[in-house]
């Protein structure tokens, strides 16, 4: 079972930046996807970024492109951080975000991004943008 723990969440004015941290551990393939979604207020839970933890390929929602970066650090013991840098956010960015785990590697952005095709998720960081 792969483990999921969100962290680095909170309240910035609009422009501002935050960072997410997502800590991984448990037995994590080589050849997968991991990625963050989020869910606001009455929406649905939506695909943000994914990241391949073998060859670096990347995904992006349209709504976050040239704003937010995901990356993905190898740990000692096999474990990994996943993380997600947001720049000049908006008040749409809102939402709780969460850290998810795939177990499978996907060849397009509409499956990486699907919450669907996820099966452990975190808990959850909460991310608020005033205007």
């Known amino acids: 079972q792969v483990q999921l723990v969100e962290s680095g969440g909170g309240s910035v004015q609009a422009g501002g930046s935050l960072r997410l941290s997502c800590a991984a551990s448990g037995v994590i393939g080589s050849d997968v996807f991991m990625a963050w979604f989020r869910q606001g207020p009455g929406k649905e839970r939506e695909g943000v970024a994914a990241?391949?933890?073998?060859?670096?390929?990347?995904?992006?929602?349209d709504s976050v492109k040239g704003r937010f970066t995901i990356s993905i650090e190898n740990i000692d013991n096999g474990k990994k951080s996943l993380y997600l840098e947001m720049d000049s956010l908006k008040p749409e960015d809102t939402a709780m975000y969460y850290c998810?785990?795939?177990?499978?590697?996907?060849?397009?952005?509409?499956?990486?991004?699907?919450?669907?095709?996820?099966?452990?998720w975190g808990q959850g960081t909460q991310v608020t943008v005033s205007s």
């Open positions: 990241t391949s933890t073998r060859d670096g390929r990347l995904y992006y929602a």
């Open positions: 998810a785990y795939s177990g499978t590697y996907f060849f397009t952005a509409l499956r990486a991004l699907s919450p669907r095709n996820y099966a452990r």
